[in-house]
């Protein structure tokens, strides 16, 4: 875990802002504050491999669900699985923090997004946010797991 303003997260969200901008012509503008993706209300990850800084993302509390924001693997680390394992922890973090389900934003023009979020169980949500009005947006959710008490 790292906070959404520590160097490294810092570095890799620059570099999935500059993907934005190859794929769509400008960075993500859904406002953002740092402190939403500190506990309890969020969560921010950075995966190391070899001690590098390789992939990240986070979620914050929305409304009654928890959005996800800023997945994203640097090309060197990709092919690996560690977009499917950032998001496994961020699932069962937020599952874990009491929340049962979470939401995301994605774009048409970033299939290798939406085919992860799709093999990992997301569907179809009403629009929010940001990009609800959005043509090229695609909202996304999925109802998490919460580990219920053991009955006598």
Known sequence: MRTYDH?????LIA????EYVVRY????????????????LGLFLVAYVDGVPA????????DADVELKRMY????????????????????TAAAAGHTRLILETGSKQPEAIA???????????????????????????????ACPSMP
Not at 124 to 141: I, K, M, N, Q, T
Request: glycine share 10%; net charge negative.
């Open 55 to 62: 992939a990240c993302g986070g979620w914050r509390a929305h």
């Open 7 to 11: 160097p490294d997260a810092v570095a």
């Open 116 to 146: 992860l979020y799709t093999s990992a169980g997301y569907t179809p949500v009403p629009r929010f946010g940001y990009y609800a009005d959005a043509p090229e947006a695609v909202h996304l959710g999925k109802e998490l797991e919460t």
């Open 73 to 92: 693997v640097r090309d060197a680390f990709r092919g690996r699985g560690l977009a499917r394992a950032v998001l496994a922890e961020l699932e069962r």
């Open 15 to 18: 570099d999935v802002q500059q």
């Open 25 to 40: 012509g400008e960075v993500d503008r859904t406002p953002v504050d740092p402190a939403e993706f500190a506990p309890p």
